[in-house]
């Protein structure tokens, strides 16, 4: 079983749309989570930390379930910027990140 | 916020040749970084922690006698891809975790693909 395991897509939806990304992690002990962006031939760039109580940013809200060892990323309104695929990153007891595989999204007009 | 930069971007070479990539963290020090590889519509998959001062730690799976790392001052770790081949080709990306405490914000570098030929 992979550490972090995202479906990988394509999201392919309208602009103005909500769209919801799942992630599932396998360690029990994984301390911190994050959700990156990564635009094509780019690097990784931080989009959000997720936390148990839950946080949103403007557009985005982001969920952690530690039970069930699962998070989320929602995106309400979608803009033709958004498009890119979205990494489910979780830490461990160190700085090291384990990325999940990505999901892509695309959104249209 | 942190910088951090990547020489070179994009490298050409003729397999058995060795390649060196260069991670530098710009405003600030880094006792640590990573080193990354992805393949093509992949995850990044950690490679190794280099270590300033001291070596570095491999992930499972990754040789260490074939990804030469070296963190020689506290803003630059490299790495050395020895006698390239083919399936070497890919996205090497470093980072380098922020100020702030443990489990904070990574700063990438913007990469350096390689292709092999």
């Known amino acids: 079983r992979k550490e972090v395991e995202q479906d990988p897509g394509p999201f392919n939806v309208p602009e103005g749309a909500t769209v919801a990304f799942n992630c599932t992690y396998s360690n029990s002990a994984s301390q911190s989570f994050f959700w990156y962006r990564q635009d094509c031939r780019k690097e990784p760039k931080l989009l959000m930390s997720?936390?148990?109580s839950g946080n949103e940013d403007g557009r985005f809200t982001a969920q952690l379930n530690r039970a069930s060892q699962y998070i989320s990323l929602l995106i309400r309104d979608s803009k033709l910027s958004d498009s890119a695929t979205y990494l489910c990153?979780?830490?461990?007891?160190?700085?090291?990140?384990?990325f999940g595989t990505g999901t892509r999204l695309q959104v249209f007009p | 916020g942190a910088v951090v930069s990547q020489h070179p971007s994009r490298v050409i070479c003729k397999s058995g040749t060795s390649v060196k990539i260069e991670c530098r963290s710009l405003d600030f020090q880094a006792t640590t970084m990573f080193w990354y590889r992805q393949f093509p519509k992949k995850s990044l998959m950690l490679m190794a922690t280099s270590n300033e001062g001291s070596k570095a730690t491999y992930e499972q799976g990754v040789e260490k006698d074939k990804f030469l790392i070296n963190h020689a001052s506290l803003t630059l770790s490299t790495l050395t891809v020895t006698s390239a081949h083919p399936e070497d080709s890919s996205f090497y990306i470093c980072?380098?975790?922020?100020?702030?405490?443990?489990?904070?914000?990574?700063?990438f570098g913007p990469g350096t693909r390689l292709t092999v030929l």
């Open positions: 997720v936390y148990s």
């Open positions: 990153v979780v830490v461990l007891n160190t700085d090291k990140l384990i």
């Open positions: 980072s380098a975790p922020g100020l702030r405490g443990p489990y904070n914000e990574q700063f």
